[in-house]
């Protein structure tokens, strides 16, 4: 059985920073990506990756937000820097059964339950 489990939202300053982890058991998987979501907004695709090192981001978050992951661990991490009170929402760890990337949620096929990032200004 797959499983995601995030970890690592909390409550920050405007500037400070987040990371957040995303553990996946069952099996491994080659495209991951993060989402998140605000109250009364569409879910917004913030970053994937693919392999190891091909990196993809939404353009709300570029320069700021870093991905990576731990093969070893089957984790993928969300480095969050310079946050905003815009950045706001709840976030989603989601993995695809295919390897293409895609920043459309429908496209990913297993989701965490989510952590809730609030930036204070």
């Known amino acids: 059985q797959v499983q995601l489990e995030e970890s690592g939202g909390g409550l920050v300053q405007a500037g400070g920073s987040l990371r957040l982890s995303c553990a996946a058991s069952?099996?491994?998987?080659?495209?991951m990506g993060w989402f998140r979501q605000a109250p009364g907004k569409e879910r917004e695709f913030v970053a994937a990756?693919?392999?190891?090192?091909?990196?993809y981001y939404g353009s709300s978050v570029k320069g700021r937000f870093s991905i990576s992951r731990d093969n070893a661990k089957n984790t993928v991490y969300l480095q969050m820097n310079s946050l905003k009170p815009e950045d706001t929402a709840g976030y989603y760890c989601a993995a695809k059964r295919t390897t293409q990337f895609s920043s459309v949620s429908v496209d990913y096929d297993y989701w965490g339950q989510g952590t809730q990032v609030t930036v204070s200004s």
């Open positions: 069952g099996r491994t998987f080659t495209t």
């Open positions: 990756i693919r392999w190891s090192d091909i990196t």
